[in-house]
Structure formats: C-alpha cells, structure tokens
C-alpha cells in the first residue's frame, strides 16, 4: 500500500512533573522531630476492624469467633492485642480446674471446678495430707494397741485352722498313717515299721487288709481334704478382718486430717464431696502408708521431712492442675497466643510412661493445652500455622461446637492408642477464639469449610491503606513515631517522617492514599537508624530514610541489573528511538519477593492475508496465562467491531513478546498488542522512544493497569543508561495518573523535558502519540478521515478481504492452504 | 558377745520338693542378708514317695483340697526335676541378694538322713515343708532350758520381726523344772521332748528353730519327728558339729571349686 507523507505531530508534553510524584510536606506535620510527639492507641484507618474486634472480645453469645484477615505488618497482632487486653481487663478471673482420681472407674478422671486461687491450694494440701499420714498411719501401726489387736486376729484365725490340722493330725497317728508331702500335694500312706509302706507289702497284704488300709486312707483322705478346703474361706476371713482392724485404726487419724483439709476448702462443695470419697479410699488402703514407710526405710532422708506424697502408690491422692490463677491478681480474663497449634498443644494430651514393657497412663499425666489456659478468656492463633497441624482444625472446631474440651491424641485419631488410656471428664470450654491470617485463606474457609462460618461470624478486614488529607498524615505520623518509640530509634526529623510517609504512598500505589503497612515502615525506620547512628547522629533525617529505602532496592536489585544490562548490550533487543512498523514496547513487573521492578519487552506484530485468525503466539505455546489471552481476544474483538465490518474478517495476524520464554499473564500489554498490530496493518511506523502500558476494552478505551511506577521507571532507567533524548516517554492509562509516585530522578527528568509520562484515555489518542499522525475518525459518509491510521487499518483490511473473496469465487476458500503449497 | 557384723554362717536348705523348698527359702532369705552367710541346696528324691506311687489308685491332696490321681514314678521325676530347676534358680536369687556364693546338689534317699549328711561344714540346716494352715503361724524356739544359743535366739527375734510374728519359747527342761521359775506368757516349759512336740502339734507355727548341738533335738528321729508335727520348716543350728558320715555331697562354697556349682547324683 502506497502511504502518503504526513507531517507527524510532535510528542504531547506528558503530565507535569507535579503530578508525577506528590511528596509530604514537612512543615505540615506540626513537629520538628518526634521526640516531642505523646504516644497514640497505635491503630488508624482500621475502623472497621476494631469495630469487628470490640465486637468479637466483649459479646457473650457463643460462635462469634473471629477472623483476622489483612496484609502482613498491617498490625493485626497488634491491635489484637492491645483490643483484648482491654477487654479482658473488665472479664472476671476464670476458675480454675483440676482432675482428679475417681476411685470407682480410674481411667475416667473427674474434672473439678474451683474458685481462682484454689487448685494449687488444694494441691499443696493433698500433698501435706498425704505426707502427715504417711508418718501418722505407719506409728498407728507399730502402736501396741494395735500389735495386740492384730495378735488376737492372728491367734483366732491361726488356732481355726490349727484345730482341725491338728485333730486329723491325730486320727492319723491313731490309725497309722503318714502323711507324705509329694511335687504335687500331700499324700497319705500305711505305715509298716514306722515307714510309709512299700508296694510289695502292699501287694502281698490280703485283699481284706488292702481294703481296710484303702479305707482308712480314703477316709482320711476326705477329711484332710476338707480341713484344707477350709483355707481358702479362712484366709478370706482373716484378710477382712485384718482390712477392718486396718481400716479402724486408720479412720482416727485420717478423719482427723482430712477434716483440716475440709476446714480449708469448706466453701466449695466439690472439694468437700472429693475428700469424703478420699477418706474412704485411705481407710481401704491404709497398707499404702505402711509400704512407704518400708521404703522410706532405705532412704537417704529421715522420715520425718520426707516427701511421701512423691510415691507413685499415692498418685491416686494427688492434684493434677489443668488451670490455676493467681487470685491475688487483678481480675483479668487470660489472653494465650498459641504458636505451635497442634493438636497436643491445643486441646492437650495424656501422657505415657513405659512399665513392664507396657505403656501406662494416669490422671496425673493428662497435660492441658492452650485452650484449658486460655478458658474463660481469649485464644489467638496464627490461621496458617493451625490449618497446616493435622487434625488441629477439626479440634478446635469439635471444641467450639460442644463447648467443652475433650482431650484426643493423634494416635487415637490414627488408631494406634497404647494399651491403656483414659477418658477424662471434659472440662467446658467459654473461650473467644481469634483466628489471625490472609484474606485468601478466609476466602478457602468460606468456600469450603459450611462449619467455619458457623462458627467464626465476625470478620475483622484489616484495610492496606487510607486516604490522604491532612489529618490522615499527621495520624500516621504519630503511629510511626509511636513505633520507632517502642523499637527504641532514635527519634525522626520532621523531614525523616514525610520521606517515611512518601514511602508509605508508593507502598499503596496510589498518591491519594497511604499504606498501612506499618511493619514494613517500621523495617525502613530500623534501619534508618543504623546508619544514623554509623553517622552518629542524634536524629534520624530524610536523608537517613532515603538511604534506608535505596540500600534495600539495591540489595534486591542484582536481576534488574543484570536483565537491564542485556538490553543495553544489545542481548535482548529494545529499541528506544527511530520507528519501526509493527513494534512498540511493551512494559511489565517483575515481581521477585517484596521486589518488583519494570522491564520493556518488544511486543511485534505481523499481518497478512488470512481467515480471520489472530494468532497470540504467547497462548500458542501455552505462555501465555489466561488474562492474557483474554486481553487478546478482546484486541481481536476491538479490530473486527472497528474496521470493514461489512466484509469477512480475511485478516491473519500474529502477536509476539519476543525473547520472552518465561510466562506472561495479565492484559496490561493489550493496547500495547493492539497498537503494534495497527502499525503493522496501516503501515504506519511506531516511535520507539515510547513505551506503552494499559489495557485496552472492546470500545477502544484504556484501562487502568498495576505497577505504573514500576513500569515507567524501569524504561526511564534504561533511556537514562543510552542517554534521554528529550522524545521518550511512557503512555499511560488516564485512570492511573492517581498512582504515580514515581522516584525524584524521573520528576526531574520530566520537569526538564527530558522524559515524558503521557496519560492516554483511548486507542485513538494512543495512536496518535505513537505515529505522530491523526487516528482518524468516522465521517458522515461511513469512512473514517482521509490519510488518517483507522482510514489506512480499514483500507488494508478491506483489500484482505477482496483478495479472499478473488480467491474463493476461483474455487479455493482457503488461502492459507495454498500457500502452504 | 559375738561380733554379728563379722558373722559369717553357711545356711544349708533341704527338701523333697520346690513346694517345700520354698518355704524354707523364704525364711533364708530374711536371714542371709542379715548373716551375710553363703548358700546352699540339697534336694531329695524320696524313694518312700516313688514307691508309694507305685501302689494302685493312689491319690494326691492338693493345698485347695481337691484331689488326683497320684502320678506314676516317671512323672514324678519328671517333677522332680522341674523343682529342681525351680530350685536352684530361688536359691541363686537368694545368693545374688545377700552376695554370697551358692551350691546346690541333688540325691536320692531320704531326706533328713540326706540332709544331715550334706550339712557336715555347714553352719546352718533349713528342711523346708510346705505350710498346711491357711495362717501364717509364731516363730517357735525349742531349745533346752538354760541352754540357749545367741545365733538362735537372734535368728528368731530377726524373723519375729520381719514376718511381725510373735515368737514362743518352748524349753524342755528334763524335768528339773525350777520351782520359782518364772515363764512369760511366750514362753512355755515342758518336762521332755515328747510334751513339747505335742504342744508343738496343737500350735500354728510359721518356723521352728532348734539347736542341734545344744538338745533336746539331737537324732534324725527327732528331726523327723518335729517335722512331721510342726508343719512347717525347720531351722536347725549348731548342725556343723553333728556326728554324721563323712561322704559329704554337698561341698562348701568355701572348697576351691564351688563356686555357685552344682551336683547332681
């Protein structure tokens, strides 16, 4: 196609440099350095989060649980913890709770409910109850009285048996007969000459003599059967006797201590209940005492300050303390933050000891977790860190639902429990739970898990940002100065806090906001201070925060460097002056961490004759992601809605990030697309000193895109490495000229004239700023202004077509199979 | 006085079964450690009891009063040497406990013959019999009036007191009862070892202690004789002086090659 020589417009002046980066003013702080600034609540512009958390903390119906969800240094924790703690302060003290022994059924211990204050009471006092009577009982029985009574048993139940032993003793002698004592048993024989009688004697007796020797043997084989048969019961009877004479002896003194024991805790009835079940445990098993007094033989230690309560044998009397507080404390709910939320940590768990090869348990080993200390009060928990423990979630969900705390090990859940456990009494639960995470695990939450709406009603969304005005800063500026308080900086010129502030607009990406990110300001200031103090200043300045800011983009600057230093040596092509047809730069964020800079690509295209194909070269090689693709089609969409829309679509066209072998997504190089393939189709060379971001609608309007700073920055570095020409720039979308912050260099270069930054609103006016010549519009007569690009697409693409429709009224409707021929 | 921690006495069980033995080593075990002494066992095969067995439809009592048919002389044996395994493992563990050296040895005859033989340079001999009162009984010393060992006597008031048994003195006095004498309730005087022996058999006892070299047991007869109407193990001192055969089965631990050894015959 012949074009006709037009004189190009000149490059639009771009906006000015006051729009480029809007800074802080100092003077408009109201303080000269922080050090004289008074400390803040520390929280601003998360309304409605406290709003969610006040909420949360101090309403008593249960499932209004709660979700933390924002950015990291958004000061979730923080306001966590400071919102809590005040909430907490009105709460009364929780009770406390202990388990202990349930002598009917062991391996289900009781849960007792005490007022604060008491559980280690009761438990110091069990232990001195135990010790008391360890050397209390022990004397009992080494009394005479007692030795006298435990005599007379003896003598009564010994002469019981002693009687019939002896009678059939006697009948035994009387009638001859021996008594022999075999491996097996005892065994009865004739004597013949004062010995048991041999078998040939026997053989050679009579058959009347051998029946009257069997005789008498079975009789009194009978009757020493039955003088035996008599041990069992005796036995039997001599041991209950001996418990009962046990049990008298005992109950004095155990009565009498206990009774000290219930003088102590008479206000609460469970503990009464406990000790009248204990006292009749001790009378039952008053032998306890005695065993340890034989051990206590061996000891290094007298008896008397011995610790007996520290015998395994008296675990059964001991005080396991789940929960205990300090009532001598001021009356505060607790507040637990949990790191390690495993199933064990959270819930708790039943200890183990290995005993005869077996694994044995008891309620002195059950351990609480983070929701027996947080009862009454609050738990807070990392989100991530409880979804990653396994079967963690699911607990604390079942502890939520039920209200009570049940105490599973990961092996039960698996099925490979020891021999023995325990089923404690669940303790209940009246806990506020906070759940502190992302916004994107909320979302997986809500989707995917009906119980965790049930149970987590509140939300509290921490913004990332707020509006700029003045009250908005100085806010901020108090916040930072609180935090470099607490971080112990040194304190900030007034100057230092607008430069942190400056950096907190860039953060938010947007000049009529600030960033409320407030731990990564916090990082900035940190290490502004280090090198106030290497400079051994008093104050940490702008200059301090500048440096600070740079040395952290430097430190994560080595892939730009190096990616920019292959355009500059010409490894990757990027031009950034002349023209050239079907080629524009295109620009994108590369994001490594918290680093993010801009990088150019050549985006080109390439037109022919065809059935109406756009070819995304990127989406053919599965590059390309989706959004990508999206920008694409629509682009395609663009060109067949815009141009010889009353002829067949006979365009095939072909896009390209060249030397881009990594994946693109995002339709932020849609217009960029668009403009190249307009070049291409008009014939129209693009300038490429301009680079170009925005994505591009249906209607040709472009659209707002992210990272704008980052895009215009990293071409004006690489114009500033090949030298600024005074003719390039960036065109960027309209809608994003409220984003821009961009760095001083840049706003100097624009004041100067140097570098442009040209906000495009359509495709048309794109057009124009790239070609330097008018984009044309659409005449009464249908066709769009003579010599204009859109006039010079449409022409171009109606020549496609009839070109087609040649080729097709000649029998062949596909040119491009010819040509492949 | 003797100097007890310097004591060392050689305690010598026998018995014709593990049953019996056991009584017997149960009472040795409170005084090994106590005489530091060294250990040893010596059980029987009874010939009396594997003939008796031989008889048709014999029967056994077992100590619940149930009854079986009497095994046949091969089971017995076979019994026999189960016990005996039985045995000499309680009477390591004893050993091991007072850390003293230890023999056993096996034979065949009668027991207190047996017995009396093998405690030629033993200090101490123990004949076990297994209890037929329900009811752990009294520590028994029969000795002779006026004549008592300390050893004895210590022994006694040592298992008194581990088992928190009472202890009773039966003295024969040969009929030259002092007239004035006094006798505390434990204590009992009986004119000769007949009377004793009967008292004895109308009397829970849970051991039997006499001396040997000081009366009024002094025969095996007698030792028999107070085994069969005491029921329970007897303790027997002063043993190592007794005029018995010298074929001695059972060496001291204190021979050359001793040493926890045993013998088998």
């Known amino acids: 196609m012949a074009l006709k020589s037009t004189a190009k417009m000149d490059i639009p002046a771009g906006l000015p440099s006051s729009r480029l980066r809007i800074e802080c003013d100092p003077k408009s702080l109201g303080f000269k350095t922080t050090a004289s600034l008074k400390s803040t609540s520390g929280l601003i512009g998360q309304d409605r989060a406290i709003g969610a958390i006040k909420l949360s903390a101090e309403i008593s119906h249960k499932e209004f649980n709660l979700y933390v969800l924002g950015r990291e240094g958004t000061g979730r924790h923080t306001a966590v913890k400071r919102l809590l ?176 024991v219930e003088n102590e805790f008479s206000k609460e009835p469970c503990i009464v209940g406990y000790l009248k079940n204990v006292r009749t445990d001790m009378m039952s098993n008053a032998e306890l005492f005695l065993l340890s007094k034989e051990r206590a033989k061996d000891g290094p230690f007298p008896e008397v ?19 205990s507080h300090d009532a001598n404390d001021t009356a505060a709910a607790p507040i637990i933050t949990e790191d390690l939320p495993s199933l064990g940590q959270l819930t708790g768990r039943i200890e183990h000891i290995s005993e005869m090869g077996t694994l044995a348990t008891n309620f002195t080993l059950i351990k609480p977790g983070a929701l027996h200390r947080a009862n009454g009060g609050y738990l807070v928990l990392d989100a991530q860190r409880l979804l990653s423990e396994p079967y963690a979630w699911e607990a604390l969900k079942r502890c939520l639902q039920s209200q009570s705390i049940a105490i599973t090990s990961l092996a039960e859940r698996l099925s490979l429990s020891p021999t023995t456990t325990l089923e404690p009494d669940p303790i209940p639960l009246d806990v506020r739970v906070v759940l502190i995470g992302n916004g994107r695990l909320h979302m997986l939450l809500q989707n995917f898990d009906p119980e965790f709406g049930q149970l987590f009603k509140v939300q509290a969304d921490f913004e990332d940002d707020l509006t700029r005005n003045a009250k908005s800063i100085r806010a901020l500026a108090r916040v930072v100065a609180d935090y470099a308080d607490q971080e112990g900086l040194r304190p900030m010129t007034a100057g230092a806090v607008a430069a942190l502030l400056d950096q907190a607009v860039r953060m938010a990406e947007d000049n009529k906001k600030l960033s409320l990110e407030i731990g990564a300001l916090t990082d900035v200031m940190r290490e502004a201070d280090f090198y106030a103090v290497q400079q051994k200043r008093d104050l940490i300045s702008d200059s301090h925060i500048s440096q600070a800011i740079m040395q952290a983009e430097y430190r994560a600057a080595r892939i730009k460097e190096r990616m920019q230093e292959a355009v500059v040596r010409k490894t990757i092509l990027i031009d950034t002056s002349g023209t050239r047809v079907g080629q524009v730069n295109g620009l994108s964020v590369v994001g490594i961490g918290n680093h993010h800079f801009g990088r150019s690509s050549r985006i080109t295209a390439t037109v022919r004759l065809g059935a109406g194909k756009l070819i995304d070269i990127e989406r053919e090689v599965e590059l390309g992601g989706p959004l990508h693709s999206k920008g694409v089609l629509i682009l395609s969409s663009y060109l067949a809605s815009h141009y010889a829309v009353d002829v067949p679509m006979s365009l095939h066209a072909s896009l390209v990030f060249e030397q881009s072998y990594g994946g693109v997504d995002g339709d932020s190089a849609s217009s960029a697309e668009l403009y190249a393939l307009l070049s291409a189709l008009s014939g129209v060379p693009i300038r490429q000193g301009l680079a170009v971001t925005g994505s591009v609608n249906q209607n040709g309007e472009v659209q707002a895109i992210g990272g704008v700073n980052e895009k215009i920055e990293g071409f004006f570095d690489l114009c500033v490495v090949r030298g600024l020409t005074g003719e390039q720039g960036v065109l960027i979308p309209a809608s994003n000229i409220d984003h821009l912050m961009l760095r001083r260099e840049v706003v100097e270069a624009a004041k100067t004239g140097a570098f442009r930054v040209i906000p495009i609103k359509t495709i048309d006016q794109g057009v124009e700023v790239l070609t330097g010549q008018k984009a044309g519009h659409r005449e009464r007569n249908g066709q769009y202004s003579d010599e204009s690009i859109n006039a010079l697409v449409e022409a171009r693409l109606r020549a496609f077509a009839n070109t087609r429709r040649k080729f097709a009224s000649q029998g062949d409707t596909n040119p491009d199979r010819k040509s492949r021929r | 006085m003797t100097n007890k921690e310097n004591r060392r006495s050689r305690i010598l069980v026998g018995a014709s079964s593990f049953a019996d033995a056991a009584t017997a080593l149960r009472l040795v075990d409170k005084l090994a450690t106590i005489f530091r002494s060294v250990c040893g066992g010596v059980l029987v095969e009874e010939e009396s009891i594997l003939a008796i067995c ?193 074929d001695n089965t059972v060496p001291s631990p204190y021979a050359s090659d001793a040493r926890g050894q045993t013998r088998e015959n």
Not at chain 1, 110 to 136: F, I, W, Y
Not at chain 1, 244 to 251: F, I, K, S, V
Not at chain 1, 305 to 323: E, G, Q, S
Not at chain 2, 87 to 92: G, N
Request: charge should be negative; aromatic fraction near 6%; include cysteine.
């Open chain 1, 85 to 260: 703690l005040e909430a907490a302060a009105v709460r009364p003290m929780p009770c406390d709770w202990v388990y202990v022994n349930n002598f009917d059924t062991p391996h289900k211990p009781n849960a007792m409910r005490l007022a604060p204050g008491s559980a280690t009471a009761l438990k110091s006092a069990m232990q001195q109850l135990v010790d008391d009577l360890a050397v209390e009982i022990p004397a009992l029985f080494e009394s005479e009285d007692y030795q006298t009574q435990r005599r007379a048993i003896e003598e009564e139940f010994g002469q019981k048996h002693e009687k019939p032993i002896a009678e059939f003793a006697d009948q035994a002698k009387v009638e001859n007969v021996a008594l022999l004592r075999t491996p097996m048993g005892f065994m009865l024989a004739a004597i013949e000459d004062g010995k048991p009688i041999k078998p040939e004697v026997y053989e050679a007796l009579t058959p009347e003599q051998r029946g009257e020797v069997d005789a008498k043997i079975e009789r009194l084989q009978e009757h020493l059967a039955g003088v035996l048969k008599q041990g069992p019961q005796l036995e039997k009877e001599h041991r209950q006797k001996v418990e009962t004479l046990h049990a008298g002896m005992a109950e004095h003194a155990v009565s009498l201590r206990i009774h000290e």
């Open chain 1, 305 to 323: 300050i011995r610790k007996y309560h520290l015998d395994p044998h008296f675990d059964r009397y001991a005080v396991n303390v789940m929960v």
């Open chain 2, 54 to 246: 031989q008889i048709q439809d014999k029967r056994i009592i077992l100590m619940n009063g149930a009854t079986m048919k009497a095994p046949s002389r091969s089971q017995v044996r076979t019994q026999l040497n189960a016990d005996a395994r039985a045995f000499r493992q309680s009477l390591a563990r004893t050993a091991k406990a007072a850390g003293a050296d230890w023999a056993f040895s096996q034979e065949a005859g009668d027991l207190i013959n047996i017995a009396l033989r093998a405690a030629t340079g033993w200090d101490i001999l123990v004949i076990g019999s297994r209890y037929l009162n329900a009811i752990k009984g009294k520590i028994v010393l029969l000795e002779m009036l006026d004549a008592v060992g300390e050893e004895m006597r210590d022994a006694a008031e040592l298992l008194a007191r581990q088992f928190s048994a009472d202890q009773v003195v039966f003295s024969v006095d040969q009929g030259m009862r002092r007239e004035g004498s006094t006798l505390s309730s434990a204590n009992f005087s009986f004119a000769s070892l007949d009377e004793a022996l009967r008292a004895l058999a109308q009397t829970n006892a849970q051991a039997v202690l006499v001396d040997y070299s000081r009366g009024p047991v002094r025969t095996a007869e007698d030792i028999s004789r107070l085994l069969e109407v005491s029921h329970c193990p007897v303790i027997i001192f002063g043993i190592s002086g007794a005029n018995v055969a010298a």
